[in-house]
């Protein structure tokens, strides 16, 4: 049984536990949070042992060997780095990391500590329907492009108009679309196709500085794929991928519920339609493949892609903001 300490307690932690629950290979230990009160509530519900305020002493004390941060995500670097050089193995909400200063001393630092993991949660590659359309994908006599979509208005846009920053909405927290549901369009884009020759974000940024909405034309030798994505309006836009005459049609580009394949005569055959019990599942069970296992030849090579990967869809989200002249505060420190 892998044991899990975490840091941050909202929906998304608990989305994660409750997926653990079901994959019933990692135990919950230890509870982080700045407040205690929340730190105990959390591990009161989810039968947690021991709950910590300190990061450090979190880090340093507590009875658990693999950690999931889901912190705000100008947050997670710190949080990574102490992690792996206490022999954590990490396990990072997206986006892992704002800069790509930050995610090569992520890299060096995993260079010294071999026997520690890293992982960025992006749970949509992970799912079967993912792979059911890199499959039929390797079947296309020609590509020529795509267009993935993904917008979901946020609660937290309300403050927004009310005058507050929340976090998600905040240039002091990294966050705005591209940080949150763009980060699943990129992760689409670059595992499918690959690194892009040039890249052009067109934001539309709101009160707070941030990208509340945006479109982004990642640029191949053969064709362009457009990533649109939102956080302040909704959209059931469906995505695609084209070939010559046939196409591959998704529901959403991060849920990826439902996938189809249309072939030259429009004939229309479902291809994915697998929907897990908990979204977060496959990762889930992925992640603890790898590190109840990490020597396993196919266990070892998922792990040495999902890690390039990650250093892939960081270098591209980054030069997305600074195309679009984004920058957060304290970034360049």
């Keep these: 049984m892998i044991k899990l300490g975490i840091i941050g307690t909202n929906w998304i932690t608990q989305q994660f536990i409750d997926a653990i629950k079901l994959s019933q290979k990692f135990e919950l230990t230890t509870v982080y949070s700045r407040h205690e009160e929340t730190a105990k509530a959390f591990a009161d519900k989810n039968s947690a042992k021991e709950t910590f305020t300190d990061l450090d002493s979190f880090f340093t004390q507590g009875d658990f060997d693999t950690v999931y941060i889901a912190s705000p995500n100008s947050l997670h670097f710190e949080q990574a780095q102490k992690a792996i050089q206490n022999g954590k193995n990490v396990i990072v909400e ?8 930050q995610m090569a001393t992520i890299q060096e ?6 026997n520690v993991l890293y992982f960025e949660a992006a749970r949509n590659i992970h799912t079967e329907n993912f792979h059911s359309i890199e499959e039929k994908l390797g ?4 590509v020529q492009g795509a267009e993935f979509t993904y917008s979901k208005y946020s609660s937290r846009y309300d403050l927004v108009l009310k005058g507050q920053e929340p976090n998600v909405f905040s240039l002091k ?5 591209l940080q949150d549901l763009g980060v699943y369009t990129v992760y689409d884009a ?14 539309q940024l709101i009160r707070t500085g941030v990208d509340g909405k945006g479109t982004a034309i990642l640029r191949y030798p053969e064709y362009n794929v457009t990533l649109n994505f939102s956080k302040i309006t909704n959209s059931h836009m469906t995505s695609e991928i084209y070939g010559l005459k046939d196409l591959i049609e998704i529901d959403d580009a991060g849920e990826l519920n439902t996938v189809i394949y249309i072939d030259d005569d429009n004939n229309k055959q479902v291809i994915g339609n697998t929907i897990d019990e908990n979204p977060m599942l496959p990762e889930v069970e992925d992640f603890a493949r790898v590190i109840n296992d990490p020597k396993i030849p196919q266990n070892k090579k998922d792990y040495d892609y999902w890690r390039q990967l990650s250093v892939y869809v960081n270098k591209v989200i980054y030069n997305l903001r600074q195309d679009a002249h984004i920058s957060f505060v304290g970034e360049h420190k």
């Design 94 to 101: 997206k986006p892992a990391f704002s800069t790509q200063k």
């Design 109 to 114: 630092l995993l260079i010294h500590n071999p």
């Design 139 to 142: 079947d296309f006599k020609t």
């Design 173 to 177: 927290y990294a966050g705005g679309a």
């Design 190 to 203: 670059v595992a499918l196709f690959g690194m892009p020759e040039e890249t052009a974000y067109f934001p």
